[in-house]
DNA sequence: TTGCAACTGGGTCAATTGTCCCAGTCACGG
DNA sequence: CCGTGACTGGGACAATTGACCCAGTTGCAA
């Protein structure tokens, strides 16, 4: 095994540890099988970190990070330009949501089984906390520049419209995961982009 | 340990294995911790079950067989014959299904667990169809009689219907488990209730 | 009452898993 | 070029866990 340093080392485990989580499960994750994802040994493993719980925590915190929002600012505005309305650039969100769903949905699985694991255990139900709060976070910056673009005014504080997206969101992914129905999905996305935009009055 | 039937004895384990999972999750709900939970020893759990695997898949449909409807009809009838309209009806469902959740957490979250579970290897995945079956043919039966009491008809297949409202009953149990804010429950019950009641026309 | 099959208690086993240790080896600053 | 400390490979260990086994015991039918 090449060299590296501490800090580069526990980000490739954390790594590793992401793809055996979405392959194969939280509960298939071992410290063995992590390490033979990555290539290393276990001594490598227990080098880096104190212990599988430790690493489970910091990848909560990475991929929790990571999360970048599915719909870029500008791309609302290109639909707005073209007359969209609000609930036209919420679905529009909604479906490039699912999008990402379709594309990567074991990375999806793998997110849902971090927040049960980090809600079982009192110390570690603020990493769920923290990333759904993340969640809230990415989308109201995006409703707010969508109600912006569309001239329109959220009857509701943001972060609260948002919150109700999120459980929409959330909804959408686990059903859609049982029972993988394209169509009932846009379903969802068009009904909860209704309903959200409800939540907004024209300025 | 008092003697019981094959069958009895099965059940009880199922029971116990129920307490297990909601209190302490899947992942610790090893056949010690059962039997334990159950007051037998480790041979009885042998002799009733073949291995965990399939102690496990029947409790997944134990659990689903046992699913109520939140809603009786006969409440529907009382609350319609007030003039409540059809988006009443629906709120009043969905907050009537958030008390539960909030009565029983843990058996929420359990099912969750369980439904993960059984996503994650492809013999197990019908047993998640199956569970969100059961959920879509309860609210089916639930939302025709609503629009039958209101004097409305659902511009799609009920079933579609249904599925939508599963979806938003789930994204509204993930949440309210992470960040237990009663309000915001409250805000998507309320979102989702309008959204679907905007898929019925007047008669 | 008696025979017996259903059932139970307690112990055992192999496999898995988290953790740790130690003898080496390699990169790099002096 | 060399010493040293960072790092690695391989092995070891105890704990946990699913599965199983067998010698008994007990309820029940005849």
Do not use: N
């Not at 979405?22 to 063995?32: C, D, I, N, Y």
């Not at 909604?94 to 079982?120: C, G, K, S, V």
């Not at 009857?155 to 129905?181: C, E, M, N």
């Amino acid at each position: 095994m090449t060299r590296m340093s501490a800090a580069e080392r526990r980000a490739a485990l954390t790594e590793a540890a992401l793809r055996v989580v979405s392959r194969e499960g939280l509960a298939q994750a071992t410290t063995r099988a992590i390490v033979a994802e990555a290539g290393m040994s276990l001594a490598s493993f227990h080098y880096a970190f104190e212990s599988r719980d430790e690493l489970i925590d910091e990848l909560i915190g990475v991929v929790v990070a990571r999360e970048r929002k599915a719909i870029a600012v500008d791309e609302l505005a290109a639909a707005a330009e073209q007359g969209a309305s609000l609930g036209d650039l919420l679905e529009a969100g909604m479906l490039r949501y699912f999008e990402h769903l379709r594309e990567d949905p074991e990375h999806e699985q793998a997110m849902l089984e971090l927040t049960q694991y980090a809600l079982r255990s009192p110390e570690r139900h603020p990493l769920a906390i923290a990333q759904y709060a993340r969640y809230v976070d990415l989308l109201v910056e995006a409703l707010a520049a969508a109600a912006e673009l569309t001239g329109t005014t959220w009857r509701l504080p943001v972060d609260q419209v948002a919150r109700v997206l999120v459980a929409f969101s959330d909804g959408l992914t686990i059903t859609w995961l049982v029972d993988r129905d394209d169509a009932a999905a846009a379903r969802v996305a068009a009904a909860a982009a209704d309903a959200v935009s409800r939540m907004a009055d024209p300025r």
